[in-house]
């Protein structure tokens, strides 16, 4: 008959890793939250924004450049 190796359980420490964890995820919060986080904030907005319409207004330009080239 066979038998396990060890009948004691391992020792995973999940407090330890856990709270590597939370420390690893406060220092990336806090460096997102340094000196320039509101002007990141306010581009990521604009960027957000303008990215739906860059190829319309590209379209608008185009069109509107070849208009004023046949009228001249």
Do not use: K
């Not at 406060?26 to 990141?40: E, L, P, T, Y």
């Amino acid at each position: 008959m066979s038998t396990p190796q060890s009948l004691t359980h391992s020792q995973i420490d999940f407090v330890n890793n856990d709270f590597e964890a939370l420390a690893s995820h406060m220092r990336h919060c806090a460096r997102a939250h340094g000196r320039w986080f509101s002007m990141r904030s306010h581009m990521q907005r604009m960027r957000a924004l303008v990215a739906g319409r860059i190829v319309t207004m590209a379209c608008i330009a185009v069109a509107f450049g070849i208009g004023l080239f046949a009228v001249a």
